[in-house]
């Protein structure tokens, strides 16, 4: 077949982009997002951007706030292990429980999928996921980007990015008024989560097992599927306390671990003592044996168990471990907020018994 002009006609899926193959993908993601939809967003998927009306959504004088995220190298075991329905529930939980620290509901969620070639298979089921997270957190899908870039992956692998727009009514952002004497709680995590996936990678690797293999530490399971387990979601809990007037701040335990990331709720004048132990989850305790992980290094590389860290006032004690009942939560009792002495902002009580 020849151009108008004489020259061979090229088209744009001879160049690696299949227009089609989108098009039957945004059909496809189209009643997944409308099962997310959530007063305040106007339209649907399929125009230039997305409308949010905050007024609808219940809002008198609102603070925006955003994140953004992704899931890291554990998408390379979800390449490898060829289990692709989880990773959208980590993308979305990466991104909300980062809004919920500070006070926010989420109200509107975006992403972003990049694949060399697409298979509208797999990319269905990213997308699935997504939808599933946000529908789990009442947040709506509000659009979204799914870029082919023939040349810049490789065979099969994607990359994603996700990004979550929250409010807040003005005066009730967190943290506040975090004061020594408050009690620090710990919200179990499901996992790995999302962060840590390249050491994972390497003790994978130094161990020789395959992620078809059944988990040292999960009999019955795979590997790969263990290791898949999605980031816990801890909107709906922190929001009830939030909104009990329970909570004075919160800590998303992602990448630096509780030592990184509790920190960041503090003021300078203090520091936190974890001096409770809880219980360390049988993978951590395998990864850091198999690994030849140093206590300190696990503590400050995963979130060892504790996905949220929560301050909570003495008085109130009672009551937040009630609402987070409620929510289906049992949390930990971690130590509480002692006043700043020094360097150290968190201090862990006795890591290397944690891993015992």
Known sequence: MTSGNGRNGVTYRDAGVDIEAGDALVEVIKPLAKATARAGLVGGIGGFGALFDL???GFADP????????VGTKL??????????????????????DLIVQG???????????TGQLDPAIAGKVIAGIADGCRQVGCALAGGETAEMPGMYGKGDYDLAGFAVGAVERGATLP?????????????????HSNGFSLVRR?????????????PFMPGQTLGAALMVPTALYVKPVLALTRAGLLQAAAHITGGGLPGNLPRVLPNSCAATLDRPWPMPPV??????????????MLRVFNCGIGMVLVIRPDDLAAAIA???DEGIIPFELGRIIPETGSVRVQITDPEALFA
């Open 323 to 325: 609402c987070l009942q």
């Open 63 to 70: 603070i925006l706030v955003a994140t953004t995220d992704g």
């Open 104 to 114: 926010a509901e989420p109200l509107f969620f975006l992403d972003y999928f990049a």
């Open 176 to 192: 506040r008024d975090v004061v020594p004497g408050d009690i620090l709680l710990g919200l179990p995590g499901t996992g790995v």
């Open 203 to 215: 003790i994978i690797e130094t161990t020789g097992l395959a992620l078809t293999d059944e988990a």
């Open 76 to 97: 390379r075991l979800a390449i490898e292990s060829g289990i692709h329905d989880t990773v959208g529930i980590d993308l979305v939980a990466m991104c909300v429980n």
């Open 55 to 57: 007024r609808e959504a």
């Open 284 to 297: 951590f305790r395998w990864l850091a044996q198999a690994g030849g992980v140093a206590a300190t290094e």
